[in-house]
């Protein structure tokens, strides 16, 4: 099967001031049909030039993007511009038009591309009922709040019936709740229209929450890339962990200097598996990170755990996580 998107070798580069700023560095990766695929990396990492590169809005320097079958850099601008209609894209800052209701925001792309008025209403209000903004329909941009805008752009994208949505920050500045809702919206789109959605963020916690897959960007170069699963498991690349890591916080509170972080996935979520070694080695471990949740019964998230002093202990505690189809991973210089 063929990837609806595939970089090859890309290349961006920008002239600032005399000065060459090398925003993507030979990067390759293939995007198939219905995925939701993550792109993440810090600010500055390149990965909102790579999004923009996607739909040609930047050109790049170097290398090939082709989607859909098609070589963008082999199309004339009307070509480009048809192609771009295949390919929504969605904001962090929502870009609605604040002086139009928000049935006419929606309305705007189908009365661009000439679909009749009536029509166009009927199609808009269908999607707001998709967003689950119907009652909405009259309000303006103003009296929204910052999820209920983003659901009014993603209604409005919707309305191009696009088969590739490219979503740039588009949860970033939203609160915890509010972004759960709007990354649970897309899912739903995914599945319901089989539309492909590439996510570009710098929060791991949106990639695992929605992706299937996800890409790391690191100063402008693809650094990791894979399942969403592999790479939370057993992340290879340093910027990798430093990724999943964000929000952990440094502890030292027993002497033991060895922290291990494991990774639930099997597991029952009603078997206590700590407590059971505790128990088992009478010995205490000091828990300095969790996240887990229960989904039908099985214990899926992490925890990092600081081990005693006794290195026999220490291998032996290891040991019985991984028989219990844990898995270990050892982090260095974890503790002061």
Known sequence: MEPIIKIEHLNKEFVLKDMNVHALKDVSLDIYKGDIYGIIGMSGAGKSTLVRCLNFLERPTGGKVVVDGKDLASLTEKELREQRKDIGMIFQHFNLLMQRSVLDNVCFPMQIAGIKKAEARQKAMEYLKIVGLEEKAKAYPAQLSGGQKQRVAIARVLASDPKILLCDEATSALDPQTTKAILQLLKEINQKYGITIVVITHEMTVVQEICSHVAIIDHGRLVEHG????????????????????????????????????????N??????????????????????????NLDGVAKGEMILQLPEETLLQEKMIAYLKNAKLSVEELKDYVG
Not at 228 to 241: G, L, M, N
Not at 243 to 255: H, P, R, S
């Open 227 to 266: 399942k969403v699963e592999d790479i939370f498991q057993a992340p290879k690349s340093k910027e990798a962990r430093k990724l999943i890591y964000q929000g952990y916080e440094k502890v030292a509170e027993m002497k033991g200097k060895r922290c291990i972080r494991i990774i639930f996935s099997e």
């Open 268 to 293: 029952s979520a009603f078997e206590p598996v700590i407590a059971n070694m505790v128990l088992a080695f009478k010995t205490t471990v000091n828990i300095l990170y969790a996240n887990t949740r």
